[in-house]
């Protein structure tokens, strides 16, 4: 059974600091991996999407990593903001028609990002 | 404006109610889907559904009911609430099933 794990639960960097976020899974067989954000009150935002073959994807100051082998991504965040300040989820998605679960999206329980000013 | 949406934002209800949550999605997706995030924040699927049928039911009571009128919509209904359905309730969908998902805004549901 695929899990899904991220560490640390809860982070807090002065602004303008660089930082990474793990995340690990357990089956390395996975269709895709996402990063998404959650602020408070609020739905997710997919921040970035790496399919299977990828290594890695790039949006602004977001670099998200996958080693499929290893069963790990991290999210780098650059130069961080108060704004950056949310909950970073990571998501892997089974490939088709593996364990009876396509589609469905398996998340980590999440890193709790704070930035302070 | 093109999104997911839920209504109501909040929900709060006696044990033993049957109550019902709604979403709605302009993107013209062919999947939406359910998610349940409890008191601990973590996030599980609940249901699936592709162009109107039912491809995914995890193992979720079966009070828990969702019903989908067209492709727009996919509506949750649950009867005799208990005090274990308290939790954030998320409407989601997606082009196909292996797309990138849009989220709703979440239904915060109490049950007392």
């Known amino acids: 059974k695929q899990e899904v794990t991220q560490i640390p639960a809860a982070l807090s960097v002065p602004e303008g600091e660089n930082l990474v976020l793990n995340c690990s899974f357990t089956?390395?067989?996975?269709?895709?991996l996402q990063w998404f954000r959650q602020d408070p009150g609020k739905g997710l935002t997919s921040l970035l999407l790496i399919q299977s073959s990828q290594r890695e994807q790039t949006s602004g100051r977001l670099n998200a990593s996958l080693d499929k082998s290893s069963g790990r991504s991290t999210l780098y965040i650059a130069a961080s903001q108060p704004g950056d300040s949310a909950t970073y989820l990571c998501?892997?998605?089974?490939?088709?028609?593996?364990?009876?679960?396509?589609?469905?999206?398996?998340f980590g329980k999440g890193t709790k990002l704070s930035v302070k000013p | 404006d093109t999104a997911v949406s839920q209504t109501p934002k909040y929900l709060v209800t006696q044990m033993g109610n049957d109550k019902s949550i709604k979403c709605e999605q302009n993107l013209g997706h062919d999947t939406m889907y359910w998610y349940k995030q409890d008191s601990k924040k973590f996030l599980k699927i609940m249901f699936s559904y592709n162009n109107k049928e039912l491809i995914i039911n995890e193992t979720v009571p079966n009070r828990f009911s969702p019903k989908s009128p067209d492709k727009a919509h996919l509506n949750l209904h649950i009867n005799s609430l208990e005090l274990g359905d308290s939790a954030v309730y998320f409407c989601?969908?997606?082009?196909?099933?292996?797309?990138?998902?849009?989220f709703g805004p979440g239904t915060r549901l109490t049950v007392l």
């Open positions: 998501a892997v998605t089974p490939p088709p028609g593996y364990g009876g679960s396509q589609g469905n999206l398996i």
């Open positions: 089956d390395s067989a996975i269709y895709n």
């Open positions: 989601a969908s997606s082009q196909d099933r292996y797309r990138v998902p849009y």
